[in-house]
């Protein structure tokens, strides 16, 4: 059974910095792929940023420069650090992990996801 923690949520100034992290267990195999996506109220949830097993990369354009992302693959843990933050950046924060499995099928699990609010 996969379970994801999410933290590091919360409120701030525009300007400021929060850093988001997501742990992961119950996979045998490990995890592939991990990112972080959000939600705004109103709107579609949306790819903020991805980091493949081995370190690879992938932000959406508006977060570019201001966010990064990370992996621990010995903890099993992704992080989100979140740099001059703006109001538009307010929404819920979701966590999203692949499991590996045995037969090379990697399949989505999603955390609970966590409210950022960026006050101007």
């Known amino acids: 059974q996969v379970q994801l923690v999410e933290s590091g949520g919360g409120m701030v100034q525009a300007g400021g910095s929060l850093r988001l992290s997501c742990a992961a267990s119950?996979?045998?195999?490990?995890?592939?792929?991990m990112g972080w996506y959000r939600q705004a109220p109103g709107k579609q949830r949306e790819l903020v940023a991805t980091?493949?097993?081995?370190?690879?990369?992938d932000y959406a354009d508006s977060v570019k420069d201001r966010f990064t992302i990370s992996r621990d693959n010995a903890k099993n843990t992704v992080y989100l650090q979140m740099n001059s933050l703006k109001p538009e950046d307010t929404a819920v924060y979701y966590c999203?992990?692949?499991?590996?499995?045995?037969?090379?099928?990697?399949?989505?699990?999603w955390g609970q996801g966590t409210q950022v609010t960026v006050s101007s």
């Open positions: 119950g996979s045998t195999f490990g995890f592939n792929g």
């Open positions: 980091v493949s097993r081995g370190g690879s990369t």
């Open positions: 999203r992990v692949m499991r590996r499995t045995a037969v090379g099928i990697e399949d989505p699990f």
